[in-house]
């Protein structure tokens, strides 16, 4: 049931996307894969052969490392791509001037790095699919990956106010599983344990391997090989007879090891015991001589104490001139305190002299302030009543314009009547 689940990266069809609907105001999209039954189902894929590379913040996302140059990982890579080309597609009906950025980083001669978010729903198993947490994590083992694309996010870029957009994949880590490691204890012993075929000589039949009954369990590795044609040799024979060559059998190489042989090397062997080589009179004198030098050295010892010498004397004079260096500093320290505190009492009274210097000068600024104003006060109470004055004058002869005018319209009315 799961592997029906999984996209197959061996086949790619545009159709097969499905998506939400696209406008301006969305920043992330969610992408499914409809050749899954399932519907809603987002793209998931399987790839083994992974190599822990690094976290970031705690575990929050992984970066695992992938082979491009392998067929598996080499599919994948191209069934994205497809994929990321028929988005783009997709997405230009919206928005103008969009670019995908691939979910890896991308070298010529070294792996892909992808990285992958996880969550609490993560499943992290070993071998044995025995459930493990991710600071389990090793840089040597060897991890199969199931992930998902789980949404598109839509960054917007404004230059010299021209927007343009990228397309970043978001993947996301559903289950991790650790591969067997290599039982390289149990390949060597298979290797060693191997029985090749026996080979026989059709010219020669005295030669052939039958003759040799251990040849057939000769180990098959290189540097085992080279191991068999040692020829162990004890020191005594060395002794006895320098010019004699090691035999060596030419129907095949030695055996690795040959017990008959170790037996004799361990029987020519010299044993020496150390007890009986003790001498008992070279024993007293040792113990005599180490008697008399512990003696010398505890007279010298004594002599040393009995030496008088400066040491104490100095030690005084010197503990005499740091008591006086200390007073010193300390009256230094004390002068220095006192200054400083006539220095800040002398600083308060400047301050509280300038401070009722200042409030002196403020109260005589004050009261020719307050003269001032008197004064343009009376002005402006003069040029006010001479105002008003004059404007009464004006008024009056106004006024008695008016009448004399009044008057002279009436005569002219009686005149005129009479």
Same mark, same amino acid.
């Given at each position: 049931?799961?592997?029906?689940?999984?996209?197959?990266?061996?086949?790619?069809?545009?159709?097969?996307? &499905?998506?939400?609907?696209?406008?301006?105001?969305?920043?992330?999209?969610?992408?499914?894969?409809?050749?899954?039954?399932?519907?809603?189902?987002?793209?998931?894929?399987?790839?083994?052969?992974t =190599?822990?590379?690094k976290?970031?913040?705690?575990?929050?996302?992984?970066?695992?490392?992938?082979?491009?140059?392998?067929?598996?990982?080499?599919?994948?890579?191209?069934f994205?791509?497809?994929?990321?080309?028929?988005?783009?597609?997709i997405?230009?009906?919206? @928005?103008?001037?969009?670019q995908?950025?691939?979910?890896?980083?991308?070298?010529?001669?070294?792996?892909?790095?992808?990285?992958?978010?996880?969550?609490?729903?993560? %499943?992290?198993t #070993?071998?044995?699919?025995?459930?493990?947490?991710?600071?389990?994590?090793?840089?040597?083992q060897?991890?199969?990956?199931?992930?998902?694309?789980?949404?598109?996010k839509?960054?917007?870029?404004?230059?010299?106010?021209?927007?343009?957009?990228?397309l970043?994949?978001?993947?996301?880590?559903?289950? !991790?599983?650790?591969?067997?490691?290599?039982?390289?204890?149990?390949?060597?012993?298979?290797?060693?344990?191997?029985?090749?075929e026996?080979?026989?000589?059709?010219?020669?039949?005295?030669?052939?391997?039958?003759?040799n009954?251990?040849?057939?369990?000769?180990?098959q590795?290189? @540097?085992?090989?080279?191991?068999?044609?040692?020829?162990?040799?004890?020191?005594? $024979?060395?002794?006895?007879n320098?010019?004699?060559?090691p =035999?060596v /059998? %030419?129907?095949?190489?030695?055996?690795?090891?040959?017990? #008959?042989?170790?037996?004799? !090397?361990?029987?020519?062997?010299?044993k020496?015991?150390?007890?009986?080589?003790?001498?008992?009179?070279e024993?007293?004198?040792?113990?005599?001589?180490?008697?008399?030098?512990? /003696?010398?050295?505890?007279?010298?010892?004594?002599?040393?104490?009995?030496?008088?010498t400066?040491?104490?004397?100095?030690?005084?004079?010197?503990e005499?001139?740091?008591?006086?260096?200390?007073?010193?500093?300390?009256? !230094?320290k004390?002068?220095?305190?006192?200054?400083?505190?006539?220095?800040?009492?002398?600083?308060?009274?400047? $301050?509280?002299? @300038?401070?009722? $210097?200042?409030?002196?000068?403020?109260?005589?600024? &004050?009261? !020719?302030?307050l003269?001032?104003?008197?004064?343009?006060?009376?002005?402006?109470?003069?040029?006010?009543?001479? #105002?008003?004055? &004059?404007?009464?004058?004006?008024?009056?002869? =106004?006024?008695?314009?008016?009448?004399? =005018?009044?008057?002279?319209?009436?005569?002219?009315?009686?005149?005129?009547?009479g």
């Amino acid at each position: 049931m799961l592997e029906e689940l999984i996209t197959d990266i061996n086949s790619f069809s545009e159709k097969q996307i &499905d998506h939400d609907i696209i406008t301006q105001e969305k920043t992330y999209f969610s992408i499914y894969n409809n050749k899954i039954e399932q519907p809603f189902h987002k793209f998931w894929f399987n790839v083994p052969n992974t =190599k822990f590379f690094k976290n970031y913040s705690d575990y929050n996302v992984l970066r695992f490392a992938l082979n491009n140059k392998s067929n598996s990982v080499s599919k994948l890579i191209d069934f994205i791509k497809k994929l990321s080309t028929s988005l783009k597609n997709i997405f230009e009906k919206n @928005f103008e001037g969009i670019q995908i950025d691939l979910p890896w980083k991308e070298y010529e001669n070294y792996p892909y790095l992808f990285s992958f978010y996880t969550n609490e729903d993560i %499943i992290f198993t #070993d071998s044995e699919k025995n459930i493990l947490t991710l600071d389990k994590l090793d840089l040597s083992q060897t991890y199969s990956l199931l992930f998902e694309i789980k949404n598109l996010k839509l960054v917007k870029i404004e230059i010299d106010n021209i927007f343009t957009y990228k397309l970043k994949y978001n993947l996301n880590i559903l289950m !991790i599983q650790q591969e067997p490691q290599l039982n390289l204890k149990s390949f060597l012993l298979s290797k060693i344990n191997k029985q090749p075929e026996p080979v026989f000589n059709s010219n020669n039949s005295t030669n052939n391997l039958n003759h040799n009954p251990n040849s057939s369990l000769k180990p098959q590795l290189p @540097f085992l090989s080279q191991l068999s044609n040692v020829v162990l040799k004890s020191e005594s $024979d060395t002794r006895t007879n320098n010019s004699e060559k090691p =035999k060596v /059998n %030419i129907g095949g190489p030695k055996k690795l090891i040959d017990l #008959d042989e170790i037996l004799q !090397i361990k029987s020519r062997l010299i044993k020496v015991n150390l007890d009986s080589e003790k001498n008992p009179d070279e024993d007293n004198k040792s113990n005599k001589t180490n008697a008399n030098l512990e /003696n010398t050295l505890m007279e010298q010892k004594s002599q040393l104490k009995k030496v008088k010498t400066k040491e104490k004397s100095l030690l005084k004079h010197l503990e005499k001139q740091s008591k006086k260096k200390k007073k010193h500093d300390k009256t !230094i320290k004390e002068n220095l305190d006192l200054e400083l505190e006539l220095e800040k009492y002398t600083d308060n009274q400047l $301050d509280i002299e @300038f401070k009722k $210097d200042k409030k002196i000068k403020s109260t005589e600024q &004050d009261t !020719i302030n307050l003269e001032n104003e008197l004064e343009e006060y009376k002005e402006n109470k003069d040029i006010k009543k001479k #105002d008003k004055k &004059d404007k009464k004058n004006k008024k009056d002869k =106004k006024d008695k314009k008016k009448v004399e =005018k009044e008057s002279d319209d009436l005569e002219k009315e009686l005149e005129m009547f009479g």
